[in-house]
Nanobody, 124 residues
Framework: VQLVESGGGLVQAGGSLRLSCAAS????????IAWFRQVPGKEREGISS????????YYADFVTGRFIISIDVYKKREYLPINNLQPEDTAVYYC??????????????????WGQGTQVTVSS
């Protein structure tokens, strides 16, 4: 199983990025992909998840519409565009996969596979 994130980088406040996750070798017919982020010294925080079965998407309470998750099931790629980035969005962003049951809960413990992460840095 391999999850590879891309699209991170350095951006000024107010800018946008589109994170991408390429998944391969997943052992499920139906699965959930989620995005988490983590800053040093803090717990990994769930942002959004999406189901491959029907594209149902779930978002953490703090998400205000700046993050919009999507999935291309055929290409096994997931996307997370982030608009109006702010310095507090600076973190390592991780893509993770699990069974479809993990989708709504967005709990770290429910996801089986993780990517290496991509750094997002927002300057003020």
């Amino acid at each position: 199983v391999q999850l590879v994130e891309s699209g991170g980088g350095l951006v000024q406040a107010g800018g946008s990025l589109r994170l991408s996750c390429a998944a391969s070798g997943l052992p499920y017919d139906v699965y959930a992909i989620a995005w988490f982020r983590q800053v040093p010294g803090k717990e990994r925080e769930g942002i959004s998840s999406i189901s491959s079965a029907d594209g149902s998407a779930y978002y953490a309470d703090f998400v205000t519409g700046r993050f919009i998750i999507s999935i291309d099931v055929y290409k096994k790629r997931e996307y997370l565009p982030i608009n109006n980035l702010q310095p507090e969005d600076t973190a390592v962003y991780y893509c993770t996969a699990g069974t479809s049951l993990a989708s709504q809960a967005m709990s770290v413990a429910l996801f089986d596979y993780w990517g290496q992460g991509t750094q997002v840095t927002v300057s003020s």
